[in-house]
């Protein structure tokens, strides 16, 4: 065997240990959301309700069937004249953070965007609106959003 076919062989081999060892990792996190649908209806009126309260205030909200939200508020702030968002942390769900932005458009209607996440779980909830303007909370793997930074 010449010289180039076993460096050929040996970069093949170190390559073939690389991608095996990098597809063997797996997600360690515990899903707090697993007995939940993946799909929660949520009106903007209680987005608004929620926006309402006031820094370190206990707060609970009510979503469809038995999820309840009950937390703190971390936040309340009026960021621009047109953004408004509060940061939650709930008191279940390995204290995950519920954040809410309210956006006031150039039209002057309102959207409202956020997630529920937690760096130590791998699974969370996002905002999101249909083409009707309906929101719900959808869930989604956190590895998704979060690039894992442990190697």
Known sequence: MNPLSKTLL???????????????????????FNDYPDQIGLSSTTLKVALTSKKDESINIALGGTLLLRGKVISNDQKYQNLQSMLIRLDGFNNSLLSISQITN??????????????????????KTDASGNYRLQKFETARILPDCSY
């Open 10 to 32: 040996g970069l093949l081999l170190c390559l073939t240990s690389a991608m095996s060892f990098a597809q063997t990792k797996t997600s360690l996190k515990p899903r707090v």
């Open 106 to 127: 150039e039209d002057k209607s309102i959207s409202y965007t956020g997630r529920i996440l937690n760096q130590q779980t791998s699974d969370g909830y996002e905002i």
